[in-house]
């Protein structure tokens, strides 16, 4: 007798030879646990190339660690971890519940504890689920493999090797920056204002909005602030990124001096929606970092500095201040992110503006690039707010593609990267 394992490397090796998985129609599941979010969702997506591109959300969770998190200010990345473990098998039970698959036959649980060997609680939770259920009606995996914090990447990680093995079934692993970027240029349900939230999984599909290359992408997250153009579909070239601080990283951490909950963007968002809303006389300035700097990065340490700065001059502050100071925050991002981008967008003959990740869930962001598009005739594509920050269903997206691509892992081979770059690492291209 074959130890499963064995077979399993035999089988994926001939799946991979004959390329014979790769169907114009295909469930994915996806799995993302990059940083502090554990979200799975299955998709059914069909298209031979691009532009005949269409999905249906078959079932979506996900569980926010945010409040686990918020006594550190911060992700901590075991803590990350222990909770990635927890949260994957009652999320998975809940999405195949959602999608009311056709049960396609026992799973194979050899071998499943020797992949978890090092997530025990995880270990646990998916033998006893593998013993009650039956393999759902998926042919592929598409699982985060980067970038992210390490610790929890490899919990996915390990959660897909140890279901592909025993659904026997392929993994394409996935970069989280793609995952956004590709989430973003998606036409979701037809009504880009729909409360996504308020939806069943079902009443969810897709397609590709109509847009031309080249595009150039502004990902804003709680780790990146990139400028990428792109002459073609799924290929990248970095114009732009961050010295130091993240965009995001900078909302969160501004939000911690002020003394407001994590994650800090929504916090900062929601008290300068207050100072606009009611027309606050403005008394407080901050520096715009590198703005006239001729070329495409930035600097946000020196704003978080500035704030501290003026925090600690005017302490106790009031309510009345904390809004003020987060209104000019959230200008000064948005004048750096809008001057840098659209002058790449002039320079490079842009068409078609896209943003990405967590931050771009911002309503004045939103808003202003709006404005600055229209002005320019520029087609902009931003993914609904609750698309904007991570979830499974982008993961699910572009593992659509790279596995239309032929870009399967033999899963022995996986591998957590947590400062994963675009285009790199793309495995066993068709
Ligand atoms: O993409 P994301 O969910 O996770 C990472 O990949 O990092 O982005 C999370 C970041 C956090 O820093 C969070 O504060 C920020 O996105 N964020 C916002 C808003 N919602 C989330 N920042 C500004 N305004 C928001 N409304
Ligand atoms: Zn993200």
Same mark, same amino acid.
């Given at each position: 007798m074959y130890p499963v394992g064995y077979l399993w490397c035999i089988v994926a090796e001939w799946l991979h030879a004959q390329?014979?998985?790769?169907?114009?129609e295909m469930r994915i599941l996806g799995i993302e646990t990059s940083c502090d979010d554990s979200a799975v969702c299955i998709i059914d997506a069909s298209g031979? +190339?691009?532009?005949d591109f269409k999905f249906r959300v078959l079932g979506n969770a996900l569980s926010s660690q945010a409040a686990a998190h918020a006594p550190y200010g911060g992700v901590f990345p075991n803590l990350a971890r222990s909770e990635h473990q927890k949260n994957l098998v009652p999320l998975l039970a809940r999405v195949i519940h959602e999608s009311k698959p056709e049960n396609q036959g026992p799973s194979s649980i050899i071998e499943v504890e020797t992949i978890l060997a090092r997530e025990q609680e995880l270990s646990k939770q998916l033998l006893e689920f593998l013993k009650t259920h039956e393999k759902p009606d998926v042919d592929t995996i598409a699982v985060t493999v980067?970038?992210?914090?390490e610790p929890a990447l490899w919990v996915g990680i390990n959660f897909a090797k140890a279901l592909a093995h025993a659904w026997q079934i392929p993994i394409v692993p996935v970069n989280h920056m793609e995952g956004h970027m590709i989430i973003s240029t998606m036409y979701i349900?037809? +009504?880009?204002?729909?409360?996504?939230?308020?939806?069943?999984?079902?009443?969810i599909t897709g397609q590709l909005a109509t847009f031309t290359f080249p595009t150039l992408a502004l990902l804003i997250s709680g780790a990146h602030t990139e400028l990428i153009l792109s002459r073609e579909w799924m290929q990248y070239e970095y114009i732009g990124r961050t010295r130091d601080d993240a965009v995001g990283e900078a909302f969160d951490k501004v939000a911690r001096m002020l003394s407001l909950?994590?994650?800090g963007g929504p916090e900062i968002s929601r008290l300068a929606l207050d100072a606009r809303k009611y027309g606050l006389r403005k008394s407080i300035f901050l520096p715009r970092p590198m703005i006239r700097e001729k070329n495409y990065d930035f600097s946000f340490a020196g704003l978080k500095t500035a704030v501290l700065k003026m925090v600690e001059t005017n302490a106790p502050v009031t309510l009345e201040f904390k809004k003020q100071l987060a209104r000019e925050f959230e200008d000064a991002v948005t004048d750096v992110l809008e001057d840098k981008t659209m002058r790449a967008v002039e320079t490079f003959g842009i068409k078609t503006l896209v943003i990405g990740g967590g931050v771009s869930a911002n309503r004045h962001i939103r808003s202003e690039f709006a404005a600055a598009c229209e002005k320019t005739g520029t087609v902009l594509l931003i993914p609904p707010p609750e698309f904007a920050t991570d979830n499974a269903l982008m993961i699910a997206l572009a593992g659509y593609f790279r596995a239309r691509a032929g870009q399967f892992s033999v899963p022995d081979k996986l591998r957590a990267n947590g400062s994963l770059k675009l285009g790199e690492g793309e495995e066993m291209p068709a």
């Amino acid at each position: 007798m074959y130890p499963v394992g064995y077979l399993w490397c035999i089988v994926a090796e001939w799946l991979h030879a004959q390329k014979s998985y790769i169907t114009a129609e295909m469930r994915i599941l996806g799995i993302e646990t990059s940083c502090d979010d554990s979200a799975v969702c299955i998709i059914d997506a069909s298209g031979h +190339d691009v532009s005949d591109f269409k999905f249906r959300v078959l079932g979506n969770a996900l569980s926010s660690q945010a409040a686990a998190h918020a006594p550190y200010g911060g992700v901590f990345p075991n803590l990350a971890r222990s909770e990635h473990q927890k949260n994957l098998v009652p999320l998975l039970a809940r999405v195949i519940h959602e999608s009311k698959p056709e049960n396609q036959g026992p799973s194979s649980i050899i071998e499943v504890e020797t992949i978890l060997a090092r997530e025990q609680e995880l270990s646990k939770q998916l033998l006893e689920f593998l013993k009650t259920h039956e393999k759902p009606d998926v042919d592929t995996i598409a699982v985060t493999v980067g970038p992210g914090l390490e610790p929890a990447l490899w919990v996915g990680i390990n959660f897909a090797k140890a279901l592909a093995h025993a659904w026997q079934i392929p993994i394409v692993p996935v970069n989280h920056m793609e995952g956004h970027m590709i989430i973003s240029t998606m036409y979701i349900s037809g +009504d880009r204002n729909s409360r996504y939230r308020e939806l069943r999984s079902p009443d969810i599909t897709g397609q590709l909005a109509t847009f031309t290359f080249p595009t150039l992408a502004l990902l804003i997250s709680g780790a990146h602030t990139e400028l990428i153009l792109s002459r073609e579909w799924m290929q990248y070239e970095y114009i732009g990124r961050t010295r130091d601080d993240a965009v995001g990283e900078a909302f969160d951490k501004v939000a911690r001096m002020l003394s407001l909950g994590y994650p800090g963007g929504p916090e900062i968002s929601r008290l300068a929606l207050d100072a606009r809303k009611y027309g606050l006389r403005k008394s407080i300035f901050l520096p715009r970092p590198m703005i006239r700097e001729k070329n495409y990065d930035f600097s946000f340490a020196g704003l978080k500095t500035a704030v501290l700065k003026m925090v600690e001059t005017n302490a106790p502050v009031t309510l009345e201040f904390k809004k003020q100071l987060a209104r000019e925050f959230e200008d000064a991002v948005t004048d750096v992110l809008e001057d840098k981008t659209m002058r790449a967008v002039e320079t490079f003959g842009i068409k078609t503006l896209v943003i990405g990740g967590g931050v771009s869930a911002n309503r004045h962001i939103r808003s202003e690039f709006a404005a600055a598009c229209e002005k320019t005739g520029t087609v902009l594509l931003i993914p609904p707010p609750e698309f904007a920050t991570d979830n499974a269903l982008m993961i699910a997206l572009a593992g659509y593609f790279r596995a239309r691509a032929g870009q399967f892992s033999v899963p022995d081979k996986l591998r957590a990267n947590g400062s994963l770059k675009l285009g790199e690492g793309e495995e066993m291209p068709a």
